[in-house]
T-cell receptor, first 114, second 114 residues
Framework: NAGVMQNPRHLVRRRGQEARLRCSPMKGHSHVYWYRQLPEEGLKFMVYLQKENIIDESGMPKERFSAEFPKEGPSILRIQQVVRGDSAAYFC????????????FGPGTRLTVL | QKEVEQDPGPLSVPEGAIVSLNCTYSNSAFQYFMWYRQYSRKGPELLMYTYSSGNKEDGRFTAQVDKSSKYISLFIRDSQPSDSATYLCAIEGRSGGSNYKLTFGKGTLLTVNP
C-alpha cells in the first residue's frame, strides 16, 4: 500500500510566479490535510479537505493561497504570486475519516522562492 | 502562552542512553496525544499515539501523559544512532469540532552518538 505521495519534492520559483503542490492520499483515504513548516518553526495546520469540499481553511493565508481536492486526481495547494516568505516545507497528510486518530504524512514539498 | 511548548534542544546523548523528551500544553480540551519522528528532509512518521493519562509502551518507546499537569513525555530506552532525528509532539482536540487539527510542538532535535 503506497503511502502519501507528494510532488514535486523540490520546487524553485521566482517572486511573483505561481506554485502548484500536489498530494495523492493513501489508498482508501478521502481526507486530506495540508501543513506548512517554516524554518525554525513547527508544523502549522493550513487546510482540511474532503473530496470536492473544503472543510476548514482557517490556517490558510487569506490571499494568494488556495486548495482543492477534486473528485478525480490529487489534492492541489496553489500559491499565487509567491514571495520569499512562502519558502517552506509543505506537508500533506491523509486519513480514512476525520475522526480517525491517525494522520499519515507525505514526504513534503520544499518550496524555495528566489 | 503557546498551545504546545517543546524544548527544541538540541539534545545529544551516547548510544544506549535513556532519552526523555517532553511537551507541555495549555488547553485542557486536548484529548489525543501523538509523537512523530522526522528524519532530516523527510515527512513526519507517527511513533506513538495515546489518549489517556498513564503510560503506553511500544518496544523501546514509552509515551506518558499526565492530563492533570498537561504534560506529555516520550522515553527512548537503549537509544541507537538510528534514533537521531527531530521528535515532534502533536496534540489533537476532540471538542469544538476541530478534532482533525493537529497542533505541533516545534520539535526536539536528538543526536545519538555511537
Amino acid at each position: 500500500n503506497a503511502g502519501v505521495m507528494q510532488n514535486p519534492r523540490h520546487l524553485v520559483r521566482r517572486r511573483g510566479q505561481e506554485a502548484r503542490l500536489r498530494c495523492s492520499p493513501m489508498k482508501g483515504h478521502s481526507h486530506v490535510y495540508w501543513y506548512r513548516q517554516l524554518p525554525e518553526e513547527g508544523l502549522k495546520f493550513m487546510v482540511y479537505l474532503q473530496k470536492e469540499n473544503i472543510i476548514d481553511e482557517s490556517g490558510m493565508p487569506k490571499e494568494r493561497f488556495s486548495a482543492e481536492f477534486p473528485k478525480e486526481g490529487p489534492s492541489i495547494l496553489r500559491i499565487q504570486q509567491v514571495v520569499r516568505g512562502d519558502s517552506a516545507a509543505y506537508f500533506c497528510a491523509s486519513s480514512p475519516a476525520s475522526d480517525t486518530d491517525t494522520q499519515y504524512f507525505g514526504p513534503g514539498t520544499r518550496l524555495t522562492v528566489l | 502562552q503557546k498551545e504546545v511548548e517543546q524544548d527544541p534542544g538540541p539534545l545529544s546523548v551516547p548510544e544506549g542512553a535513556i532519552v526523555s523528551l517532553n511537551c507541555t500544553y495549555s488547553n485542557s480540551a486536548f484529548q489525543y496525544f501523538m509523537w512523530y519522528r522526522q528524519y532530516s528532509r523527510k515527512g513526519p512518521e507517527l511513533l506513538m499515539y495515546t489518549y489517556s493519562s498513564g503510560n503506553k509502551e511500544d518496544g523501546r518507546f514509552t509515551a506518558q501523559v499526565d492530563k492533570s499537569s498537561k504534560y506529555i513525555s516520550l522515553f527512548i530506552r537503549d537509544s541507537q544512532p538510528s534514533d537521531s532525528a527531530t521528535y515532534l509532539c502533536a496534540i489533537e482536540g476532540r471538542s469544538g469540532g476541530s478534532n482533525y487539527k493537529l497542533t505541533f510542538g516545534k520539535g526536539t532535535l536528538l543526536t545519538v552518538n555511537p
